[in-house]
T-cell receptor, first 112, second 111 residues
Framework: NAGVTQTPKFRILKIGQSMTLQCAQDMNHNYMYWYRQDPGMGLKLIYYSVGAGITDKGEVPNGYNVSRSTTEDFPLRLELAAPSQTSVYFC???????????FGPGTRLTVL | GQQVMQIPQYQHVQEGEDFTTYCNSSTTLSNIQWYKQRPGGHPVFLIQLVKSGEVKKQKRLTFQFGEAKKNSSLHITATQTTDVGTYFCAGPQGGSEKLVFGKGTKLTVNP
């Protein structure tokens, strides 16, 4: 298994641009999550999903959108990028019956 | 809302010294989990504690879950440079599929 994969690894955006951060897992996990981690800070939950077709907001959803059309994929969409969205974005997943999370390698995003 | 607090925020030790980080939840937890994030890396699951008063060991790492299931600690004996990183505790957000993470303790080790 590849586990949780994220693309791209790095990205620089200009203010106002949009992009989609990709996340995929091949472990047949129901639950998937998006976090952001600002430098030297902890993890803040952006959105999460308990299964295909079901998503819900986390702590900091403003400026982001998600979709979950398949069990495997959970893309995060940034519309109208702002400098405040400069961060490292982690995707994570959990297998059924447990809340232990397995993280992807992250996407480092800079908005200038 | 539910909060998980960790202290200290930073800890700098000489190689060979011991290290302890503490985690406190504002609510009783069904379990507590610990994750390690190496510099530039992603959080990696270390362990889960479920029972009141539970103690688990992984080589030089000792994890404890408090009797009231509201606090936990991670103790590293004789730190090594490979222990460098940020250690996070996390607990389930009551009845949901979400975890509440502490802000982490960043450990640096002087060789």
């Amino acid at each position: 298994n590849a586990g949780v994969t994220q693309t791209p690894k790095f990205r620089i955006l200009k203010i106002g641009q949009s992009m989609t951060l990709q996340c995929a897992q091949d472990m047949n996990h129901n639950y998937m999550y998006w976090y952001r981690q600002d430098p030297g800070m902890g993890l803040k939950l952006i959105y999460y999903s308990v299964g295909a077709g079901i998503t819900d907001k986390g702590e900091v959803p403003n400026g982001y959108n998600v979709s979950r059309s398949t069990t495997e994929d959970f893309p995060l969409r940034l519309e109208l990028a702002a400098p405040s969205q400069t961060s490292v974005y982690f995707c994570a997943s959990s297998p059924p019956g447990t809340d232990t999370q397995y993280f992807g390698p992250g996407t480092r995003l800079t908005v200038l | 809302g539910q909060q998980v607090m960790q202290i200290p925020q930073y800890q700098h030790v000489q190689e060979g010294e011991d290290f302890t980080t503490y985690c406190n939840s504002s609510t009783t937890l069904s379990n507590i989990q610990w994750y390690k994030q190496r510099p530039g890396g992603h959080p990696v699951f270390l362990i889960q504690l479920v029972k009141s008063g539970e103690v688990k060991k992984q080589k030089r790492l000792t994890f404890q879950f408090g009797e009231a299931k509201k606090n936990s600690s991670l103790h590293i004996t004789a730190t090594q440079t490979t222990d460098v990183g940020t250690y996070f505790c996390a607990g389930p957000q009551g009845g949901s599929e979400k975890l509440v993470f502490g802000k982490g303790t960043k450990l640096t080790v002087n060789p």
